[in-house]
């Protein structure tokens, strides 16, 4: 199981990528165009033309992960295709990769319990 923890950062590409490209041009383009620190461990999402595809790539401290996922059916909520970056949180993540819409995943302010004398 590969588990994306809150101290992650997720980067999703908002323009569309080839998908023929491996692992080391994926490499490269979350560097160059993404402005991600691809050996901090930071998570980047490239999605494809048609929106049934990611791809995500990872560095897990001894290597790189870079695994794929096609939808049968229907397609990714990506953002709308610009150049730069998304910044997902790891929840945000997770709704995505099940192929729902991550955008209507929001994070409610938590209130702190406040000391009485």
Known sequence: MIGFGDE???LVAARPIDF???????????AQA????FYRGDVFVFRS?????LKLLVFDGTGTILA???????????PPVQ?????????????LVAGLD?????????KRPCKTA
């Open 8 to 10: 992650r950062k997720v």
């Open 20 to 30: 023929r490209r491996g692992v080391h041009g994926l490499v490269a383009m979350a």
């Open 34 to 37: 993404l402005n991600g620190d």
């Open 49 to 53: 033309k048609r929106r049934d595809r």
């Open 68 to 78: 794929t996922k096609w939808l049968e059916e229907g397609a990714f909520t990506f």
């Open 83 to 95: 150049d730069g970056a998304i910044v997902l949180t790891a929840t945000q993540l997770s709704v």
């Open 102 to 110: 991550w955008t209507r995943v929001v994070q409610k302010p938590v």
